[in-house]
């Protein structure tokens, strides 16, 4: 089973709101990743925890919040977003250390309004 | 300067007309070479891990392969439902755990 399953897949939100994505794998991965990504463009890395240690964030501002609640499950906080962070976002995980394929989950397409 | 390119941007095919994609890298201790399929809206399907130079990968129509400077995505007898955005991500040990990833190639394969 190779399933990175990501709730909800739709979510419109207003720039005042709080909501958050929720992404789980049960491969037994001890990294995982959020990444976002714009129309037609490749995907951009946000964060990468390892070992459920916060180990990249790529200067994402502060209105994303991300959480390693544990080894399967990794959520990502939102607040206060602008209609510029309207994008496909998706959690990927992989083993570790370095040299193992990611899998990817099927994104969360957020559009704030 | 690392970096992951992709060649041509847009492909366009006739059913059953084979062509090579292409991805070339400038990076410093290569740990792993990615292609990856990615239909509109959805996420990356994993295809190829590819890790030293020499190697080659297949699946179906697709055959990965990889030297020490770029990689090819070859597609033999292409079908409509080949037709995707396909996308190669390397790890280096400039990158850490993260996966950098190339722009694409968007192929489409005409009936």
């Known amino acids: 089973d190779t399933e990175v399953t990501q709730t909800p897949k739709h979510l419109v939100m207003g720039m005042t709101n709080k909501k958050s994505l929720k992404c789980e794998q049960h491969?037994?991965?001890?990294?995982m990743y959020w990444y976002k990504q714009k129309a037609k463009k490749p995907p951009e890395l946000m964060f990468v925890?390892?070992?459920?240690?916060?180990?990249i964030n790529e200067s994402v501002p502060s209105r994303f919040s991300p959480e390693c609640p544990n080894s399967s499950l990794l959520n990502l906080h939102l607040h206060a977003l602008q209609p510029e962070d309207s994008a496909l976002y998706l959690c990927a995980s992989s083993q570790m250390p370095q040299g193992a394929e990611a899998f990817f989950g099927q994104g969360t397409r957020l559009t704030v309004v | 300067e690392d970096q992951v390119t992709q060649s041509p941007e847009a492909l366009r095919l006739q059913e059953g007309e084979s062509s090579s994609l292409n991805c070339s890298y400038t990076?410093?201790?290569?740990?792993?070479l990615f292609w990856y399929r990615q239909d509109p809206g959805k996420g990356p399907e994993f295809l190829f891990t590819?890790?030293?130079a020499g190697e080659e990968k297949e699946k179906e129509r697709l055959k990965a392969t990889l030297t020490k400077k770029e990689s090819f995505l070859h597609i033999t007898a292409p079908k409509p439902e080949d037709s995707a955005t396909y996308l190669c991500a390397v790890q280096a040990d400039n990158y850490g755990q993260n996966f950098v990833f190339g722009p694409g190639t968007r192929l489409s394969v005409l009936p």
């Open positions: 590819l890790y030293s």
């Open positions: 491969m037994g991965h001890r990294a």
């Open positions: 990076v410093s201790g290569l740990r792993g």
């Open positions: 925890y390892s070992y459920e240690k916060l180990s």
